[in-house]
């Protein structure tokens, strides 16, 4: 189930406004690298479209995406906007795992860190015993990589998360075997 604010508030995190950025998660009080910071469950549908279509039914359970005061709706037409509610969000807003669109409430408030950089602060664990479905009860866990004071923002870097039917994990696989 999606997290809201008032769970944010709870695991010591916050919702702060950047300029240029948007709205990111930062840490409202020191944490340190390895601390649980949020744990949070996406919806999960097989692409972007069904999943817009799932939070436009229930758009209350995802309100920290601000449906059309959103920045990536903002630049779309009305009629766009009313033809595919919150497809915008999801498309800016969701991650891949295991080759299904997966959107959070709160978790896509995480700010970016660029792919080269050294900035990230948090990863996603998915880690259980077991293999774990890719579907709505699908448990994620925000974890620092580093140390956080408090105000730091809480930068992630965006990554598909394979399956092993991906065809990056089967090239692993093959180059592993060769």
Known sequence: MPVGLAEIERAGLGLE???GEGRCLVAGRAFAAGDVLLVERPLVRDN???AAQEVAR???RFDLLRGEQNLAAASLSPEALAAQPFLAEVETNSFTFGG???VFNALAMLNHAC???LEEKACFSILGTGEQPVDD???VKLVATRDLATGDPI????RSFASPTTSSSRNLARARSA
């Open 17 to 19: 406004e950047v300029p």
């Open 48 to 50: 972007a479209r069904q």
């Open 58 to 60: 229930a758009p209350q």
């Open 100 to 102: 299904k669109c997966a």
């Open 115 to 117: 792919a080269t950089s």
């Open 137 to 139: 009860r699908l448990e």
């Open 155 to 158: 930068l992630f870097r965006r």
